[in-house]
Each structure stands twice: as structure tokens, then as C-alpha cells.
């Protein structure tokens, strides 16, 4: 997620990315002055609670003056739901601008052309020489679904677009390959294997 700070120092920077990107509809100065309410309730909240410690401190020294706290101690309360409402209007900014924030995508660098497509991407170097067949190539795709290795219509259904389900041989070699890669960093890199619990609390997600 892009660091807020970025959007309060450098709002215009994040303005022309998102032009950049063409499909992103985002109200940067709405977020701007949500976040500015944001801060400002925060800091009002603060003020109010050292009031209310204050308060509570002289209720505390009047109780042992023997005198009467009655208006010491409804001040308190006042002092105490508008905190309450204060804190209520905190959560809901907070929630709009974490979400909208999170659907800000990241910085386009500025050696990025700009195009409505990837036909506007730039080759930047090649590596080596395509091999050359005498017959038609076929995408790798192409050639797992017809040898039943790559299931994507299931795929879809489970997770959404642009996911693979391996079968068969296919999540045979898969598994050979995760397996590869454990034995080869565990015996020779110095790494550790673990298996973590798939499941995670509230506090770690």
C-alpha cells in the first residue's frame, strides 16, 4: 500500500500516475481532506482526554477537601462523549481512507511510457536467440490444456481470473519443483525449512 505521507507531501505525484494508468477513478483531494479531518480529530480527541485526566485529578482532590464534585463530575461526562462521538467520526475516516488507500496502486516510474496498452511497452535489451521450429509453436498454456495438466475454467471458479489449477503430471512437476527448491536451499544455502500453520489470527493478518 502506498505510504500516506507520499499523498500529503506529493499529492500531484500521485495524481499524474493514476492519469498514467487511465483506468483508476480516485478523488485525491477528498482522501486529502479526509486524512486532514483525520489528524485534526485525532489531535482534538488528545486535548480532551488530558482535559478529562485533569478534571478527574481536581474530582479526586476535592473528594478529599470534602467538597462537593457534582459539577466536576458532570463536566467529565460531557467531556467523556465527546470523545465518544469524536473517536466515532476517527473510525469511520479512518476506515474510508484505508480502503481508498488500498486501491491506490503503486507509483508508475517516470521511465514508463505512457499507452492505452501494452503495444506502447519499450524493448529495452534481448538475451540470446529465439529457437527456431519447423512447425507452429504453440503457447505453453495452449499445450497444458490439451495434455490435461492445466485446468483454468476450474480455476476461475475457485479463485477468479488468471489462476491455473495444475492435474495429474502437471502438479506432479509443480511439487517436484517446490521439492527442488527446499532441497537445494536447505542442504546447500543455509536456509531452514518450516511448515506454518495455515490458518492466522486476527492480530497477525
Given at each position: 500500500m502506498l505510504d500516506i505521507k507520499v499523498l500529503r507531501t506529493n499529492p500531484e505525484?500521485?495524481?499524474?500516475?493514476?492519469?498514467?494508468?487511465?483506468?483508476?477513478?480516485?478523488d485525491v483531494p477528498n482522501l486529502i481532506d479526509s486524512d486532514k479531518?483525520?489528524?485534526?480529530?485525532q489531535v482534538k480527541?488528545?486535548?480532551?482526554?488530558?482535559?478529562?485526566?485533569?478534571?478527574?485529578?481536581?474530582?479526586?482532590?476535592?473528594?478529599?477537601d470534602g467538597q462537593d464534585?457534582?459539577?466536576?463530575?458532570?463536566?467529565?461526562?460531557?467531556?467523556?462523549d465527546e470523545i465518544k462521538n469524536i473517536e466515532d467520526q476517527v473510525?469511520?475516516?479512518?476506515?474510508?481512507?484505508?480502503?481508498?488507500?488500498?486501491?491506490?496502486?503503486?507509483?508508475?516510474?517516470?521511465?514508463?511510457?505512457?499507452g492505452t496498452d501494452e503495444a506502447a511497452n519499450l524493448e529495452i535489451r534481448k538475451w540470446g536467440e529465439p529457437r527456431k521450429f519447423d512447425f507452429e509453436?504453440?503457447?505453453?498454456?495452449?499445450i497444458g490444456k490439451e495434455l490435461g495438466l492445466m485446468d483454468f475454467e476450474r480455476a476461475a471458479k475457485l479463485a477468479g481470473a488468471?489462476?491455473?489449477?495444475?492435474?495429474?503430471?502437471?502438479?506432479?512437476?509443480?511439487?517436484?519443483?517446490?521439492?527442488?527448491?527446499?532441497?537445494?536451499?536447505t542442504n546447500?544455502?543455509?536456509y531452514e525449512e518450516i511448515q506454518p500453520p495455515f490458518i492466522s489470527n486476527r492480530e497477525t493478518l
Amino acid at each position: 500500500m502506498l505510504d500516506i505521507k507520499v499523498l500529503r507531501t506529493n499529492p500531484e505525484i500521485v495524481e499524474e500516475s493514476l492519469k498514467k494508468r487511465h483506468h483508476y477513478k480516485i478523488d485525491v483531494p477528498n482522501l486529502i481532506d479526509s486524512d486532514k479531518s483525520y489528524r485534526e480529530l485525532q489531535v482534538k480527541a488528545d486535548e480532551l482526554r488530558k482535559k478529562r485526566n485533569d478534571y478527574s485529578q481536581n474530582i479526586a482532590k476535592l473528594k478529599k477537601d470534602g467538597q462537593d464534585t457534582t459539577v466536576a463530575q458532570t463536566e467529565v461526562k460531557q467531556i467523556g462523549d465527546e470523545i465518544k462521538n469524536i473517536e466515532d467520526q476517527v473510525k469511520v475516516l479512518q476506515d474510508n481512507i484505508s480502503e481508498t488507500m488500498l486501491s491506490i496502486p503503486n507509483l508508475v516510474h517516470e521511465s514508463v511510457p505512457v499507452g492505452t496498452d501494452e503495444a506502447a511497452n519499450l524493448e529495452i535489451r534481448k538475451w540470446g536467440e529465439p529457437r527456431k521450429f519447423d512447425f507452429e509453436p504453440k503457447a505453453h498454456d495452449e499445450i497444458g490444456k490439451e495434455l490435461g495438466l492445466m485446468d483454468f475454467e476450474r480455476a476461475a471458479k475457485l479463485a477468479g481470473a488468471r489462476f491455473v489449477m495444475m492435474r495429474g503430471q502437471g502438479a506432479r512437476l509443480e511439487r517436484a519443483l517446490v521439492n527442488f527448491m527446499l532441497d537445494l536451499h536447505t542442504n546447500q544455502h543455509g536456509y531452514e525449512e518450516i511448515q506454518p500453520p495455515f490458518i492466522s489470527n486476527r492480530e497477525t493478518l
